[in-house]
């Protein structure tokens, strides 16, 4: 009988074993953590929206994309520069939008991504060991106010960080959101009274992205 028991017993200890194993390894590689020595200067540059599949460094154009307005750019600027340098533990040196060349923004025909040589290229040209590329994908601002709305805030921005000296993206850092409210989903509830049950707008809802890519990327 206790032979049967422990027989019962094995496969469902190794089940188990196995479940923990997997609930320690990362979901990602944004899970890993990285260390990026305090020597290094990161260059960060202003931020772009590839508005075709030719401007991106990777990934694809979302379906409808939502396209943010040139005159508020520079305003995801300063509020970038302000996350980074809370607190931050190296230096940043930020780079003025006037400097941004044409031709990382001009049109190709080709569906592939083929903009890291342009911005390894533009790296170069400014003197960066590391470039930090901002960018946004989709943006759909909040219809409404605070209090109440029909359409709430959607965006996805992406982060990439780029070796200039061998060409490679070091780490990609991805965040997506559309608000959702208490109502609709009830597992948001921590993030809900951290935005003091208000709805955001699309940028102060990419402040979150942000974040999140200083702690995915170990800025």
């Given at each position: 009988?206790?032979?049967?028991?422990?027989?019962?017993?094995?496969?469902?200890?190794?089940?188990?074993?196995?479940?923990?194993?997997?609930s320690?390894?990362p979901?990602?590689?944004?899970d890993?953590?990285?260390?990026?020595s305090?020597?290094?200067?990161?260059?960060?540059?202003?931020?772009?929206?590839?508005?075709?599949a030719?401007?991106?460094?990777?990934?694809?154009?979302?379906?409808?994309?939502?396209?943010?307005?040139?005159?508020q750019?520079?305003?995801l600027?300063?509020?970038?520069?302000t996350?980074?340098?809370?607190?931050?533990k190296?230096?940043?040196?930020?780079?003025?939008?006037i400097?941004l060349p044409?031709?990382?923004t001009?049109?190709?025909?080709s569906?592939?991504?083929q903009?890291?040589?342009?911005w390894v290229?533009?790296?170069?040209?400014q003197?960066a060991?590391l470039l930090?590329?901002?960018?946004?994908?989709?943006?759909?601002?909040?219809?409404?106010?605070?209090?109440?709305v029909?359409?709430?805030a959607?965006?996805?921005?992406?982060?990439?960080?780029?070796?200039?000296?061998n060409?490679?993206?070091?780490?990609r850092s991805?965040?997506?959101?559309?608000?959702?409210?208490?109502?609709?989903?009830l597992?948001?509830?921590?993030t809900?009274?951290?935005?003091?049950?208000q709805?955001?707008?699309?940028?102060?809802?990419?402040?979150?992205?942000?974040r999140?890519?200083?702690k995915?990327m170990?800025?």
């Amino acid at each position: 009988m206790q032979s049967r028991l422990r027989m019962l017993l094995l496969p469902a200890l190794c089940l188990l074993m196995i479940a923990c194993a997997c609930s320690r390894r990362p979901s990602s590689t944004a899970d890993v953590p990285r260390v990026i020595s305090p020597s290094y200067v990161i260059s960060v540059a202003p931020f772009t929206q590839p508005i075709n599949a030719s401007q991106l460094i990777t990934g694809h154009i979302p379906d409808n994309q939502g396209r943010i307005a040139d005159e508020q750019l520079p305003s995801l600027d300063r509020r970038f520069q302000t996350v980074l340098n809370a607190g931050a533990k190296r230096q940043y040196k930020f780079i003025n939008a006037i400097d941004l060349p044409k031709d990382l923004t001009r049109f190709h025909s080709s569906e592939q991504p083929q903009a890291l040589p342009l911005w390894v290229a533009y790296g170069k040209k400014q003197g960066a060991q590391l470039l930090l590329v901002p960018q946004v994908l989709d943006w759909h601002e909040r219809q409404g106010s605070k209090a109440g709305v029909t359409q709430p805030a959607h965006v996805r921005v992406e982060f990439f960080l780029i070796n200039i000296a061998n060409g490679n993206v070091m780490s990609r850092s991805v965040f997506e959101e559309q608000q959702e409210g208490l109502v609709d989903n009830l597992l948001n509830v921590g993030t809900f009274f951290k935005r003091h049950g208000q709805w955001v707008t699309a940028e102060e809802l990419s402040e979150d992205g942000m974040r999140k890519a200083v702690k995915d990327m170990g800025l």
